[in-house]
């Protein structure tokens, strides 16, 4: 592929920059945001980040216009600040360049506005997918006051840019206590009607006291359970209602949305006529490129004579299976020799004879340990009935044997001496078969000591 066809980064950012700088809904933008990251930098450039519960932009306010303020900007202070989006090239990232600032005041209204944001956003409600806008609308409904200026405008804007479609107004309470409940009623009539492409709610500009009715719960239910696609444009470019978040796609004015509600006839029907245009030329380029190929492959050499695609071929198979056939023979060959070389290996290495000599050698050993078994049986035999002979013959019943007997005492005692006899005592004698009971008659001592 060529390379021309790739883009550098530096190319892609500047083309990024351009389309930042020449949007216009990015050239002059209203945000409301929490500061964070802010650290002061006296006399000079402040670089810090807006952010809100769902997402972070980085921001630039540079000296001339940061000096302008008439309050010192803290770390988490809510602001509301004007300025434009657009690319900082070196990092590819968006950042928005801020020429004002001033503080968001918190009433009582702005708290229940920010606890019903809050409600909805546990909810899930503006995490719901939003419903695209009709290009080519038929018919569009717009819940609005009859006596106010947005009608007038969005009359004037759509009978500008697209005559073909109709409006029908459902007029509603745009301000007041019971303005909510006609607004939901509206919407629930156009539903029920069901012939509708698209939904315009909104009124002019007024205090966060006039534009209540939009950022009530009912008023943003309706919005969410709309089968229709709503488009909500609530009072200036700076001021946010519930209604404007839940809607499908929010304007910032009357005229921005019948503007996105509609598109220009005149541009869509000049657009039909290029892309008419177009398509004739590309079909006329298709079928001049499919002639020209055609007639380029109906001179081709192969398809004037197609047999010789297949001689080449058939030469190739030939070939390939000579190859195979050698190839077999080559495996075939190299595998018997391999087998023959294994099987003498294996006579060689045989290990019957080993095996054989093993068995003669374990038979000795054998015969050579019964023998020394039995001569140590026998040496140990012998010494045996020489030992217990030596002991019969120091053995007292051998003694008894002979006539003699042992006499002992009432303790057991062994009376060995004269003395050790009493006249009256008893004595036991121990003889062979048994004992004799014995009393001393008389104690007389050897004169031959």
């Known amino acids: 592929m060529d390379n021309e066809q790739y883009l550098t980064v530096t190319a892609l950012s500047q083309y990024l920059k351009r389309k930042f700088d020449v949007d216009p809904y990015l050239g002059h933008v209203y945000l409301m945001g929490e500061i964070s990251n802010f650290r002061l930098r006296p006399h000079a450039h402040q670089y810090f980040s807006l952010k809100d519960d769902k997402a972070k932009i980085s921001a630039i306010m540079f000296r001339g216009n940061f000096e302008k303020i008439k309050f010192q900007p803290e770390e988490g202070m809510q602001v509301l600040v004007q300025g434009r989006i657009s690319l900082y090239e070196p990092s590819g990232s968006y950042q928005i360049y801020i020429d004002s600032m001033e503080p968001a005041g918190l009433g009582a209204l702005y708290l229940a506005f920010e606890q019903l944001k809050k409600k909805l956003a546990q909810q899930g409600v503006f995490d719901l997918p939003k419903k695209p806008i009709p290009q080519f609308p038929k018919r569009i409904a717009v819940v609005t006051s009859q006596s106010g200026a947005v009608i007038h405008d969005i009359m004037t804007t759509v009978a500008r840019r697209f ?12 301000q007041g206590d019971e303005a909510a409940a006609t607004i939901v009623r509206q919407i629930k009539r156009i539903n029920e009607a069901g012939n509708f492409d698209t939904i315009i709610i909104g009124r002019g500009g007024g205090s966060i006291e006039d534009l209540w009715p939009f950022n009530e719960e009912i008023v943003a239910q309706a919005i969410v359970e709309s089968q229709i696609p709503v488009i909500s444009s609530v009072g200036h470019e700076t001021d946010t209602t519930i209604a404007d978040l839940v809607a499908d796609l929010r304007a910032a004015t009357p005229t921005a949305a019948a503007e996105l509600a509609t598109p220009v006839l005149s541009d869509v029907l000049e657009h039909l006529q290029d892309l008419h245009t177009r398509l004739y030329s590309a079909q006329n380029n298709l079928i001049g490129n499919y002639s020209e190929k055609v007639r380029s492959l109906s001179q081709n050499v192969f398809l004037q004579h197609p047999e010789r695609i297949y001689e080449v071929y058939l030469q190739k198979v030939d070939y390939l299976q000579d190859k195979l056939q050698q190839s077999t023979r080559n495996i075939l060959t190299r595998s018997k020799n391999t087998l023959v070389q294994d099987a003498n290996r294996l006579v060689r290495v045989s290990p019957r004879e080993q095996i054989y000599s093993y068995g003669n050698q374990v038979n000795r050993n054998y015969q050579i340990l019964i ?11 012998n010494i045996f009935n020489s030992q217990v002979a030596t002991l019969d013959s120091l053995s007292p019943l051998k003694t008894l044997s002979r006539g003699y007997a042992i006499p002992t005492g009432k ?19 121990k003889v062979k078969h048994g004992n004799v009971k014995l009393v001393t008659k008389e104690v007389s001592e050897d004169n031959n000591g």
């Open 163 to 174: 005559p073909i479609v109709q409006l029908v107004l459902y007029p509603a309470q745009v």
């Open 371 to 381: 023998n020394n078994v039995n001569k140590v049986i026998n040496k140990n035999r």
């Open 411 to 429: 303790n057991g005692k062994v009376l060995r001496d004269v003395t050790d006899y009493q006249v009256g005592s008893s004595v036991d004698l």
